[in-house]
């Protein structure tokens, strides 16, 4: 503990998520004093058919 | 925000999904005033391996 | 279930909750075919002083 | 309700899987005094590439 | 890991969150050979005000 | 999007929880490429007594 769960859309290269990992454990023990070891992050990536915005699904969004 | 999750077993279809979206999407506008594109939705479909009801997973349930 | 989880900062009165719930429940009934008793709404509400968005804390942000 | 999320890395087994939500659903019915049909668990398993801990992603840690 | 997160209504006295607690975390240990110092439990305790099942609000659930 | 969800014991000051959620927006836009106002952070504080590690509850760990 802390424990972070980050809800995203689509999917991330290894690079991403690794950095991604890697830079939230750094804030929280640095921001909260927690050790490394008792830092989780757990990456919940959704497909874009799975998630909505303003009532629209990612997967059905006009491209930008 | 606010960001809704919506835990659910097996598969839907875009069109189930589709309207799930749009009108928690709606509720949320109409009831919370929020902004329409400060909603998301994200639906997270678990396999009935995966998730059980009064102990028993459902992919082990007797039809009904 | 399904189960549903709201995330929202700062407080609603009854009636928006009541009224949020309804709604969110009709819609999983509608769309996805669930009976009542089995949709469950939980409405987590987190203070201003610990959500954040574009990084900034809603306790803390200029009034608009 | 009582809802019950469990976040775990990797691949469980069926056994494994049964064998759990059994007995979550026993410790719910147990020390909260919830009947058995309004317990739901659901296990969200995180692939190895998607987890870290002490700021390193499962799929990158080195054997032990 | 494994996190767990049992989302619950009203409030629970000390002796069966820890027993809840505990039990939850024997049975991680045992169906998925976590060690323990690896199973953390949150306990989300929702007021009666904010969850519902079938669209009534547990606070406004004529008793039984 | 993407949404984080913070879960830690206890209370922290103003301080660490706007410096946590600031970082924690960084990370997510650098390594995610979101938009700063796409990127919500909710920290979840769970009382020491509704929280446990290795089966015991905050509240009732001896002091180290």
């Known amino acids: 503990m802390p424990e972070v769960v980050v809800y995203s859309v689509g999917n991330r290269s290894q690079d991403q998520k ?6 939230i454990t750094d804030a929280v023990m640095k921001h909260y004093g927690a050790p ?9 990536e959704t497909p874009k058919t799975d998630k909505a915005k303003a009532g629209v699904l990612f997967s059905e969004m006009p491209p930008r």
Chains 1, 2, 3, 4, 5, 6 share one sequence.
């Not at 490394?36 to 919940?44: D, G």
């Open 36 to 44: 490394a070891e008792a830092v989780v992050v757990t990456l919940v």
């Open 18 to 23: 690794r950095g991604l990992c890697k830079d």
